[in-house]
């Protein structure tokens, strides 16, 4: 891990914390909240509402939503939900809650909440958190954010957005706006980005990335890049790219994208790329590394490295790599990358 920021990732269990902005992902699913807005999004389901504007956004089924407080949605069942803060979400089972507080959600399971600040995500268990600062995630996995900013990421699905940008990202479906840039999400694909940080989000998995740092984040296979030029991603078939131009984004299809700013979204694969950084994004794969620290996180596997020194964990085999430009991760099957390519 490096000196702040990078806290690991586990199969099935997370802990990520930094300074301000907690983010912390999880396998195929993530909640997302900060002090004043709390979104949660939840497998096969979800429940977003900030202070004013409820949006929600759900997979194939309605939306019903009150004037100011109340938005739900739902996959396949019925919610039901009180004047200002009730605010239930249900995937095929019914969902209780109280006047004020209370505010439940389920997936085969129940959830209890605190007064004030206690968000909750389910996957079959419960979940419960203290006034403030302290939500936990169970489900084999924990999650604890900061005091502005509360990122989690759970199975199966993930909802980030900070203090003023919300974006929500559903399984097979998402919702994502911010102050300015509208960014809008397909079933089964998706691209986003903003002016200077592009994040796209994929079914089944994310990307994120800064101007920077290029986070890419797979599930079930890694591909690991070099500090400028080489950046590959791999499902079950490679990918090579050239020094600055050429990234192209494979799952059973190529996308080629021009010098700066093309970025094209394939259904079933995607590939996005800023001025400086290529990121691209795999359906059910993700890479994860910055400008100096690589972080790659893998399904049933993990890797961190630190500042200069890349350091790598994998579940039931092993992955080596060099000081600063070979890095590769593997999952039943090897990439290799040379330092120009």
Known sequence: MDTESFRTRHLGTEVVMDTETFRTRH???????????????HLG???VMDTETFRTRHLGTGVVMDTETFRTRHLGTEVVMDTETFRTRHLGTEVMMDTETFRTRHLGTE????????????????????????????????????TETFRTRHLGTEVV?????FRTRHLGTEV??????????????ELVMDTETFRTRHLGTEVVMDTETFRTRHLGTEVVMDTETFRTRHLGTEVVMDTETFRTRHLGTE????????????????????????????????????????????????VVMDTE???????????VMDTETFRTRHLGTEVVMDTNI
């Open 176 to 189: 994502v706006m911010d102050t300015e840039t509208f960014r809008t999400r397909h079933l089964g694909t």
């Open 309 to 319: 020194t890349f350091r790598t964990r994998h579940l039931g085999t092993e992955v």
């Open 45 to 47: 389901t979800e429940v």
């Open 27 to 41: 396998l195929g699913t993530e909640v997302v909240m900060d002090t004043e807005t709390f979104r949660t999004r």
């Open 161 to 165: 957005m900070d203090t003023e940008t």
């Open 255 to 302: 996308v080629v994208m021009d010098t700066e700013t093309f970025r094209t979204r394939h259904l079933g694969t995607e590939v996005v790329m800023d001025t400086e950084t290529f990121r691209t994004r795999h359906l059910g794969t993700e890479v994860v590394m910055d400008t100096e620290t690589f972080r790659t996180r893998h399904l049933g596997t993990e």
């Open 111 to 146: 959830v209890v909440m605190d007064t004030e600040t206690f968000r909750t995500r389910p996957l079959g268990t419960e979940v419960v958190m203290d006034t403030e600062t302290f939500r936990t995630r169970h489900l084999g996995t924990e999650v604890v954010m900061d």
